[in-house]
């Protein structure tokens, strides 16, 4: 898409006129008002934020029957609210349900506070179904999202969405960016997944709400902080798993009330010794980790502030391979000590929404790869320390005006202070040291991305148009190291338009066109030292990526029923590819490359019963240029999940996976065979301050690769976790 072609669309719907909306009420199951709370219009048709008196005021007014999606003050996103008719005097009242029976899961339909393309495909991952599958790392969160993937092994695994990994898929959490300078992208591998209580996913174009990293979509991680309205309580959880995996985790948390808001303090650990496979141990896929967050959350000024800071640390995380035996990579270091603020509030003037927020990042991350001693070869060892700060900075205003709904949002985003360097350590075949050699690879390097955008939606009959722009403006310098002084800049357009109309029965068709632009990561040009799979050289002569992403989507509702299919066609211009030769790693631009996929996923709930989730998805790359596979594509497969909510004093699940054998793969990867693995789990409350839950993975013991990659190990075996945990006060979620 050009997007001086959505401009008109921007001009025209930009009218004046007086904004239809309606009024209403958000209260707790105490029928207090939650200031601060966020309502959405599920299908992107506008949001507000509640004032101290639980009021919001939304426009442009949706017509009934509507679906409401509530996220409380702490930013944890609730069940769907069905409206069917409006009131005919006073405000609509939205009584929220107690907290134990929220946060499971919701699919598709457009999120609460993340700003997508409506095509977009939307999952949230509730604090409930993190805690029923026990997910080791993110990229496990994404097992129930269709073409959803992974790069590499272990705990330094890598999410990935519709095929667009390696800086392609942007990571969020909280409110800032989880960037590194690894070639297959960021992982959040100090992240524990239990300590966060929600995670959105969005597959689909994102550049022009978030700019570079969004081709493939978002995956956003929050960290949960109590409004103040929850009482004192100590939160407790302790897990260990046997068999496939031995893990042994815990966690405390402390929170309540706190100077007219909401306060916690916790702590976590973990330690994961080396897995079993079906077919045996496998060396080097151990880690540790540990970490600390404390958070404050208050209503002021007639908005709510969320303030936050975390610090994460990995020690010794290792990169399984088939040639652990003789060359070991792993990671001695990951740290992260991260700190964000949030503002946001509804009612000024016109404007139902304004927020801003800021981010900031150090990051250090220590490669060491040990190449062991042979009878010709002595040993040799090398240890790459990188590190860097990161910043943030976004700021989004949204209302009505008529029909339309307008957001206008400026997004700055920045790594400063990058530093790299190999410390090489030569024996000799008797073992003492021979010769350390130190090489500055990057002495100094940073990049700025400045962004400014704008989206718009109006109903035009019985559809609906959308659209959105952003400009950005990229510039990356680099002081010293291997390839010396060098800068590089571009300013690039991104933009989407889209039309959607209901074709009555509950089905609902959606078109889009989007053109997106990303920029290099600063050691894809200017790195040059080992990696977690060899040794890599960074081009400085790299040409930025752009995007021409087509897609549909068809959404079916039906009471509890639902059905979603999704159809699309990515064309990826100059891409950056990362290729092998003699043994080594490079990068060059590969002309055009597509991506083309399809996605369905559906579900049915029985009240009172239980739940069935279901997704599949197929997708298919290649190089235009000669034909060849691209790498990063998932095996066509899906899944079949049964579960019965934690409303009641147990609950349980089954899940079956099943994926085709990959016959195409990408350079550096290697075929796959199909396999199918077989999850279950259960949990029962004791009492109101004690669980216990058990969940199996891999029941079947089915032996498969974890990764398409050619030096991919096999996936855990059979493995049994037990946890036991607890809220010590009142109880008012789980």
């Given at each position: 898409?050009?997007?001086?072609?959505?401009?008109?669309?921007?001009?025209?719907?930009?009218v004046?006129g007086?904004?239809?909306?309606?009024?209403?009420?958000?209260?707790?199951?105490?029928?207090?008002?939650?200031?601060?709370?966020?309502?959405?219009?599920?299908?992107?048709?506008?949001?507000?934020?509640?004032?101290?008196?639980?009021?919001?005021?939304?426009?442009?007014?949706?017509?009934?029957?509507?679906?409401?999606l509530?996220?409380?003050p702490?930013?944890?996103a609730?069940?769907?609210?069905?409206?069917?008719?409006?009131?005919?005097?006073?405000?609509?009242?939205?009584?929220?349900?107690?907290?134990?029976?929220?946060?499971?899961?919701?699919?598709?339909?457009?999120?609460?506070?993340?700003?997508?393309?409506?095509?977009?495909?939307?999952?949230?991952?509730?604090?409930?179904?993190?805690?029923?599958?026990?997910?080791?790392?993110?990229?496990?969160?994404?097992?129930?999202?269709?073409?959803?993937?992974?790069?590499?092994?272990?705990?330094?695994?890598?999410?990935?969405?519709?095929?667009?990994?390696?800086?392609?898929?942007?990571?969020?959490?909280?409110?800032?960016?989880?960037?590194?300078?690894?070639?297959?992208?960021?992982?959040?591998?100090?992240?524990?997944?239990?300590?966060?209580?929600?995670?959105?996913?969005?597959?689909?174009?994102?550049?022009?709400?978030?700019?570079?990293?969004?081709?493939?979509?978002?995956?956003?991680?929050?960290?949960?902080?109590?409004?103040?309205?929850?009482?004192?309580?100590?939160?407790?959880?302790?897990?260990?798993?046997?068999?496939?995996e031995?893990?042994?985790?815990?966690?405390?948390?402390?929170?309540?009330p706190?100077?007219?808001?909401?306060?916690?303090?916790?702590?976590?650990?973990?330690?994961?010794?080396?897995?079993?496979?079906?077919?045996?141990?496998?060396d080097?896929?151990?880690?540790?980790?540990?970490?600390?967050?404390?958070?404050?959350?208050?209503?002021?000024?007639?908005?709510?502030?969320?303030?936050?800071?975390?610090?994460?640390?990995?020690?010794?995380?290792?990169?399984?391979?088939?040639?652990?035996d003789?060359?070991?990579?792993?990671?001695?270091?990951?740290?992260?000590?991260?700190?964000?603020?949030?503002?946001?509030?509804?009612?000024?003037?016109?404007?139902?929404?304004?927020?801003?927020?800021?981010?900031?990042?150090?990051?250090?991350?220590?490669?060491?790869?040990?190449?062991?001693?042979?009878?010709?070869?002595?040993?040799?060892?090398?240890?790459?320390?990188?590190?860097a700060?990161?910043?943030?900075?976004?700021?989004?205003?949204?209302?009505?005006?008529?029909?339309?709904?307008?957001?206008?949002?400026?997004?700055?985003?920045?790594?400063?202070?990058?530093?790299?360097?190999?410390l090489?350590?030569?024996?000799?075949?008797?073992?003492?040291?021979?010769?350390?050699?130190?090489?500055?690879?990057?002495?100094?390097?940073?990049?700025?991305?400045?962004?400014?955008?704008?989206?718009?939606?109006?109903?035009?009959?019985?559809?609906?148009?959308?659209?959105?722009?952003?400009?950005?403006?990229?510039a990356?310098?680099?002081?010293?190291?291997?390839?010396?002084?060098?800068?590089?800049?571009?300013?690039?357009p991104?933009?989407?338009?889209?039309?959607?109309?209901?074709?009555?029965?509950?089905?609902?068709?959606?078109?889009?066109?989007?053109?997106?632009?990303?920029?290099?990561?600063?050691?894809?040009?200017?790195?040059?030292?080992?990696?977690?799979?060899?040794?890599?050289?960074?081009?400085?002569?790299?040409?930025?990526?752009?995007?021409?992403?087509?897609?549909?989507?068809?959404?079916?509702?039906?009471?509890?029923?639902?059905?979603?299919?999704?159809?699309?066609?990515?064309?990826?211009?100059?891409?950056?590819?990362?290729?092998?030769?003699d043994?080594?790693?490079?990068?060059?631009?590969?002309?055009?490359?597509?991506?083309?996929?399809?996605?369905?996923e559906?579900?049915?709930?029985?009240?009172?019963?239980?739940?069935?989730?279901?997704?599949?998805?197929?997708?298919?790359?290649?190089?235009?240029?000669?034909?060849?596979?691209?790498?990063?594509?998932?095996?066509?497969?899906?899944?079949?999940?049964?579960?019965?909510?934690?409303?009641?004093?147990?609950?349980?699940?089954?899940?079956?996976?099943?994926?085709?054998?990959?016959?195409?793969?990408?350079?550096?990867?290697?075929?796959?065979?199909?396999?199918?693995?077989?999850?279950?789990?259960?949990?029962?409350?004791?009492?109101?301050?004690?669980?216990?839950?058990?969940?199996g993975?891999?029941?079947?013991?089915h032996?498969?690769?974890a990764t398409?990659?050619?030096?991919?190990?096999?996936?855990?075996?059979r493995?049994?976790?037990?946890?036991?945990?607890?809220?010590?006060?009142?109880?008012?979620?789980?």
């Open positions: 898409m050009k997007p001086r072609l959505a401009v008109p669309l921007l001009l025209t719907l930009l004046c007086t904004p239809l909306a309606f009024e209403g009420r958000v209260v707790g199951p105490d029928g207090e008002p939650l200031a601060g709370a966020r309502v959405a219009v599920l299908g992107g048709r506008g949001s507000a934020v509640a004032d101290a008196t639980g009021r919001f005021l939304l426009s442009p007014d949706p017509p009934v029957p509507f679906s409401l509530v996220s409380r702490d930013g944890v609730l069940r769907p609210i069905r409206v069917h008719e409006l009131p005919v005097t006073g405000p609509l009242e939205l009584r929220l349900e107690p907290y134990l029976t929220q946060s499971v899961m919701v699919l598709s339909d457009a999120p609460v506070d993340v700003e997508v393309p409506p095509a977009a495909a939307f999952t949230l991952v509730g604090r409930a179904d993190l805690e029923q599958r026990r997910p080791q790392t993110l990229a496990d969160v994404l097992s129930n999202v269709p073409a959803a993937s992974r790069l590499e092994e272990g705990a330094s695994a890598v999410p990935a969405l519709r095929g667009l990994p390696r800086s392609r898929t942007l990571l969020l959490l909280d409110e800032g960016r989880v960037t590194a300078e690894r070639r297959a992208g960021p992982s959040a591998t100090f992240l524990d997944p239990l300590t966060i209580e929600e995670v959105e996913v969005i597959r689909g174009p994102g550049a022009v709400a978030y700019g570079s990293d969004a081709f493939g979509g978002v995956v956003r991680g929050r960290t949960r902080i109590p409004d103040g309205s929850d009482p004192f309580a100590i939160r407790f959880g302790a897990d260990m798993a046997t068999l496939g031995d893990t042994f985790a815990g966690d405390l948390e402390v929170a309540g706190l100077l007219g808001g909401g306060a916690m303090i916790g702590g976590s650990a973990r330690r994961l010794d080396d897995y079993e496979s079906s077919e045996g141990a496998v080097n896929s151990s880690a540790r980790f540990s970490g600390a967050r404390a958070g404050w959350q208050a209503p002021v000024l007639g908005g709510s502030l969320r303030v936050l800071w975390r610090e994460d640390r990995g020690r010794d995380i290792g990169k399984p391979s088939i040639d652990s003789e060359v070991r990579s792993y990671y001695p270091e990951e740290n992260s000590s991260r700190g964000s603020a949030q503002y946001e509030r509804g009612g000024l003037g016109p404007w139902s929404r304004f927020s801003v927020a800021v981010a900031w990042d150090r990051y250090t991350l220590l490669t060491e790869r040990d190449q062991y001693e042979t009878e010709s070869e002595p040993r040799k060892d090398t240890l790459a320390d990188v590190a700060k990161d910043w943030g900075l976004r700021s989004e205003a949204e209302r009505a005006i008529g029909p339309a709904r307008l957001v206008l949002g400026l997004d700055a985003s920045g790594r400063y202070g990058l530093h790299a360097t190999n090489t350590t030569s024996y000799t075949l008797d073992g003492s040291v021979a010769e350390e050699e130190l090489e500055v690879a990057v002495e100094s390097a940073r990049r700025e991305d400045l962004g400014a955008f704008a989206s718009v939606a109006a109903p035009a009959g019985r559809t609906r148009l959308s659209a959105g722009l952003r400009l950005d403006r990229v990356s310098r680099n002081e010293g190291g291997v390839f010396g002084n060098r800068e590089t800049s571009a300013t690039e991104s933009g989407f338009a889209a039309v959607g109309a209901p074709l009555g029965g509950g089905l609902d068709l959606t078109l889009q066109v989007a053109r997106g632009f990303r920029d290099p990561l600063l050691s894809d040009r200017y790195y040059v030292g080992i990696s977690g799979r060899g040794f890599v050289t960074g081009n400085p002569d790299l040409e930025p990526e752009t995007s021409l992403q087509i897609d549909a989507a068809a959404r079916w509702r039906s009471g509890p029923a639902r059905i979603d299919a999704y159809a699309y066609r990515y064309r990826i211009r100059d891409l950056i590819e990362r290729y092998r030769e043994g080594d790693y490079f990068f060059r631009n590969r002309g055009e490359a597509e991506i083309r996929g399809i996605e369905i559906g579900g049915y709930a029985w009240p009172r019963i239980g739940a069935i989730e279901a997704g599949l998805s197929a997708l298919r790359g290649e190089v235009l240029d000669d034909g060849t596979p691209t790498t990063d594509i998932p095996p066509r497969g899906g899944f079949v999940q049964f579960r019965r909510d934690a409303d009641g004093r147990w609950w349980w699940l089954s899940r079956v996976a099943a994926y085709a054998r990959d016959e195409r793969p990408g350079p550096t990867e290697t075929i796959v065979p199909g396999y199918a693995v077989v999850d279950a789990g259960a949990g029962f409350r004791l009492r109101d301050a004690i669980e216990i839950r058990v969940y993975r891999n029941l079947l013991d032996a498969y690769r398409a990659d050619e030096k991919a190990v096999l996936a855990p075996g493995t049994v976790e037990l946890t036991v945990r607890g809220v010590l006060g009142p109880r008012r979620d789980g």
